[in-house]
């Protein structure tokens, strides 16, 4: 690190020495130009300051790219999270559905219709046949309204099976563009690389 700061500090100075006596060398004679021109040390400046000069817009294009890839980072983790979110919506919702659909109504109303089939008293009977037919007609309400609610769940489940299906393709394509955007990084990082 020290290394590389002292070469960079050198480097300056060679290019400070270098802007200051360009007007001179502007200004003098075409010969005296040449042979300066032709100096070793001239030679290598120039190397170094066209080196440096590369080596700052790679870094000004991997700076720009980095950002990009941290905010597509950021915007890929909110996708994922609102796809997550309307899976489990989703899943809820069939839950839901299944547990209305699975109704013990049916079993009760049997047991009650075979006690009254069993009970041999009229006023016994009577009481639960009264029973039998208000619970019949609870039950029937209930299941209406059970009905209702499954069919307002697979209404919405459907809405967010659209919705989810809108959101992964989004999600897909920011995938792909921060693939796009590494496959760029590595390709600049490659080109980076000293030659040996």
Do not use: W
């Not at 700061?5 to 040449?34: D, E, H, M, N, Y």
């Amino acid at each position: 690190m020290f290394r590389a700061l002292k070469a960079l500090v050198l480097c300056g100075v060679f290019l400070s020495v270098l802007c200051i006596s360009q007007p001179a060398l502007a200004q003098s004679s075409p010969t005296a130009q040449s042979t300066v021109a032709a100096t070793p040390e001239v030679q290598l400046l120039r190397a170094i300051l066209e080196e440096l000069r590369l080596q700052r817009a790679v870094l000004q294009r991997t700076y720009v790219q980095t950002y990009r890839a941290q905010r597509l980072t950021e915007q890929l983790a909110r996708q994922q999270a609102r796809v997550d979110s309307l899976g489990e919506e989703i899943a809820q919702l069939k839950a839901i559905a299944h547990q209305a659909q699975d109704s013990r109504d049916e079993d009760e109303l049997k047991d009650l219709l075979a006690t009254i089939n069993e009970t041999t008293e009229p006023h016994q009977r009577a009481a639960l046949m009264q029973s039998y037919n208000s619970m019949k007609r609870a039950f029937e309400r209930q299941r209406e309204y059970v009905r209702q609610e499954v069919e307002r769940s697979r209404e919405r489940q459907m809405q967010l099976e659209s919705l989810l299906h809108t959101e992964q393709g989004k999600l897909a394509e920011m995938q792909e563009q921060f693939n796009a955007l590494e496959r760029e990084l590595e390709k600049q990082f490659i080109e980076a690389k000293p030659k040996k």
